[in-house]
């Protein structure tokens, strides 16, 4: 016992200088932003305190009809589009009428949504019932604990927000029923055309013991109406209007003894949009050009809506900093400074998985650890709904990213006919712009335990670093 | 990064709390009225219930391997007055409780009854194996620019389920003819392991008809080809890559055990198969009266490959010879075959149960015994134990083997969802049941 306990303090202190010290530093107010943002929601308002609080100023598009606001290089400002997504400006040296320079990243991510009618069974228990959102493998969400985070609109207008699962000591998981024979060790699926998503319609395990208290009609599901009661005064008919998310509980975690990945939910998007977050805040001198971190919602399920990369809130917002600095802001300005823009679409791309490597083209996969990749094109097959950047702009970002030392790879989305992927890019390709797609590679995407690398971190951070500042 | 192919999903909607599948049909599944068996318990009982599964919790959390749940449950015992067994001279008066731990990973605890031994005793056997990922001996390699460790598996584990999981890795490596403990990744700021997935976007040709083969189960350890990044590492553990060639090895998952709903009436959390029915068979038994005969809680390792082994088949023989020894000297064997005649078992056995539903029975592997049911069944109606009865063809083997030794058996055994996965699923309402249960078998 005494050599146990003595080993175990040498476990405590260890550490090991796999990734550098600012790597790590980056890394842990990574994670922390993380665990603090599990929502578009709640990341984009992390993110706004965040800016805020390092001299940024809120800019309402709607609340300057008559055009008096006025930007003037060096101002900082954040726009946020219905608290779903933000943009991190900060105003350059050149007018923005001369073209600005973006780093498009999402924010949200494949995730379980509980359903307008919510409530189901499962035997005697209530179950929440979600679906999921974005392209998520269901079987990777039927072992782990969730939780249970987002807004409920309440009858008469008032949000109120939920987070239940992390402080309460109360959890959420996916309804499992018993193996009736023990599994194969070689799992078989019996679809062999499609891979093995599991479900997508999920019963959430919400409560179980029925309530004592009188006069309740459903007294299980009283329950957690109970709870939703006490702690939020939310009564069952206000949970028409919500946007609830079902997310794995717990933290972020380091992985592998060398400490130098990141273990964690969320990291596509979040990882390029924090790296884009902290270069425009870290932003110390006025840019040359005006500097933008444009955070989206609903990339996962085809950046559609209001608050998607599709929808015309950019333009508005370039049209509002158009008019306050002052020059011609019209739809005929917006695209002459549109056509002037540079356009790094931040996503993270398909890390080589060594459990894996055969869906990979080695020759052209990105490694975790070598450096942000540099996406040339994104779709499927013959590049189909994909992306392409022109050998001038790539060969424009890769001159900014050799002058700042910053390492860096090419990329593929797998093999030819793997399967593939998109991003923002092509989205914002469409408003004109030039737009090249620059990302961390990630090992494990979409799933509750994505991969990262501290290194490809901060090599992303000081690209995107770069690419602002470049003349 | 979404991915731009949609291949047509497997709708498969799994459900707990569910009448049982196929394989166990609802009907055959006679539990004593589950929708109300919440309702029916008494306040008092309710909170007790609550708080055993809290008390679960914290004990599955610790409890990740064979030998960290014998040295638990050893400690769990001392504190309920339980005394090593002595090699001789055990004073055997009614309410003596004796402990007896083998080889780290097995235990045995007896409480001593009030008839002579030679009426024989009552056996309660719960394995506190779980299904889990070890370490072959020579296990670090390298590939596309990380070090990974290479493993076997231990039980039946469905494989796509461990994937992505975080997991922690234990060690038990010997240092100067002492064992020493090692544990990485179940302090929230430890590293933890992970076999990566592959991304749906690259999947649907690859994982067809497989997500993973047992060989390909393998976490990685570094994120670099250079082995002497490992060995630092390892160093600064106080570890050496030649520990794995010795020392035990396993990779458990690293997410601790939550209670799941409003009410906190679920337990979500690894190895509850049969560890959770240990610590409930242990208080169960030690809130008991003194018992007619004396009982023995069997608490055996390497149940899940068939109870081979040392610690498992051997054990149970061992322990109670041990008993006999210390009680009376040398064993003479007819006693011993006389004893085990007039003795029964109570075997915790995967068998169909449905979560919620109360402790679960099932005797279908030897139709021999209905008087053992019976009495069984008066005891728990004595002492409001919720049951159900599993009459699908359960697998039994494992109360069949102990048939072998010529000794009545049945199961007896928690609901547990989910067994094959890394998190169980268990009822705070089975877990206040199986410690009602353990009570009323003390009083056959």
Redesign the interface.
Known sequence: MG??L???A???????A?ASPPEHELARDYKRALDQGQTSLTFVRKSVERAVARGFRRVDVLGDPRGVERFAPGDRLVFVNRGRTVLLVVVGKHSPADGVRIVGTHVDTPHLRVLQKPFGR?????TLRASSR???????W????LRLVGVVHKRGGRAVEID?GERE???????????????D?????????????????F?V????????AKGAKD?VKY??L???KDRYGIEEADLASTELELVP???A?????????I?AFGQ??RLCSFAALRAAIDLSEIPPRTAIAYLTDR????SGGVTGARSAYLLLALQHLLRGSGVRHDRAALRHALAKTEVLSG????G?????????E?GNAP????GPALKRYT??AGK??GSEANAEFTSRVVRILDAAGVPWQSAT???V???????IGKFLAETGAQVLDV?APV?????????S?KRDLHALYRAFSAFFRAP | MRPLIAASAGGLLLAACAPPATQAPAAAARAASPASGWSALPPAQRTRALTLAEAVREFIARAKTPRLTVRHLEAAARERGFLSLPRRGARFQAGNRYLLPFRGKSLALFFVGQAPLREGLTLHIVPIDAPRIDLKANPVFGREGFLLLKTHLYGALDLKYWLSAPLALHGFVMRGGAGVDVAIGENEDDPVLVIPDLLPHLSSRRQARHVARAEQMDPVVAATMDRAVLSSALAARGLATDDFEHGEWTLVPARPPRLVGADRGLLLGYGQSYRAQALAALRGLSSARTPKRTQALLLVDRSRLGMGGDTADFFLEYALGRLLASASGDVEDLAMARILMRSRAFVATPNGGQLGGGITLNQRFDDGDPALLRAVLDAFARHKVPYQIAEGPGRGSRARRVTRLNVAAMDVTLPAAASDRPLELTSAFDLHAAARAYRALADL
């Open positions: 050599a146990r003595a080993l175990l040498t476990l405590v202190l260890a550490r090991v796999a499962s035997g005697t228990a209530l974005g392209g998520l493998k269901g079987y990777q039927e072992s782990l604990p239940l000591g109360m959890t959420f998981a996916v309804s499992a029923l018993k193996a009736a024979e023990p599994a060790a070689t799992t078989r699926w019996p679809r062999p055309q499609a891979f093995p998503r599991g479900p997508r319609l019963e395990l919400a409560a179980s013991v029925p309530s004592l007294p329950s957690l109970e709870v939703l509980a717990g933290r975690r380091d992985v592998g003894l060398d400490r130098a990945l273990g596509d998007d990339e996962e399920v085809g996503d993270v791309a398909a080589v998985n060594p459990i894996f490597p055969e869906v990979h080695l490694r975790l650890g070598a779709g499927y189909q709904q989305m797998g093999r006919d793997e399967g593939g992927g998109g991003t990302g090992v494990s995407m979409h799933s509750p335990m994505e991969l690398s």
